[in-house]
Structures are given as structure tokens and as C-alpha cells.
């Protein structure tokens, strides 16, 4: 099995009163290609603004693996419930 591009666990992101996301969790392998597909309101754009890290979790985790060559000062970091994190 490849290792994971993306992985999210339990990931949840809350707008106030609407939850946007709730126990997400979802594992993509290096390669792959995927598409995100719903009805508009099931939180497809705010999956993509957490991974890019435009938006904080408010709970769960986020790991995204680095594709700069020679990696980045990112790349250490563990993975947090409150933010995404290079792998």
C-alpha cells in the first residue's frame, strides 16, 4: 500500500451554529487522483480550505504530505488537532 498524499481523522469544522464538517476521515494514497463530489452545503470546499490550511479544525486531524523537493521546515511537525500539518 502507498503511503497517504492526505488523511484526515475525525476531522470537524464548525461555522457558528452550522457544522460544515463532522468526523471526517478520509485516507488518499500517493498517485491517486480523487474527486470530491455532494450536493452544495456537505462541505467540500471547506474539506479543501482546511487541507490547504486556510481554515483551522476544530477538532480532529489533518496530515498532507509535502511535495517540495528537499522537503520543508514543515515537514517535522506532528500532527495537531488544530491544523493541518506537512508530512
Do not use: F, W
Request: proline letters at 5%; a positive charge.
Amino acid at each position: 500500500m502507498r503511503r497517504p498524499a492526505i488523511r484526515t481523522r475525525g476531522l470537524t469544522k464548525r461555522y457558528r451554529r452550522v457544522t460544515a464538517l463532522h468526523d471526517c476521515s478520509i485516507t488518499v494514497p500517493e498517485g491517486r487522483i480523487c474527486a470530491l463530489i455532494g450536493p452544495n452545503g456537505a462541505g467540500k470546499t471547506t474539506l479543501l480550505r482546511v487541507l490547504a490550511g486556510l481554515a483551522r479544525p476544530g477538532g480532529g486531524s489533518v496530515t498532507v504530505k509535502c511535495q517540495m523537493s528537499g522537503g520543508c521546515k514543515k515537514c517535522t511537525q506532528t500532527t495537531t488537532t488544530s491544523g493541518v500539518v506537512m508530512a
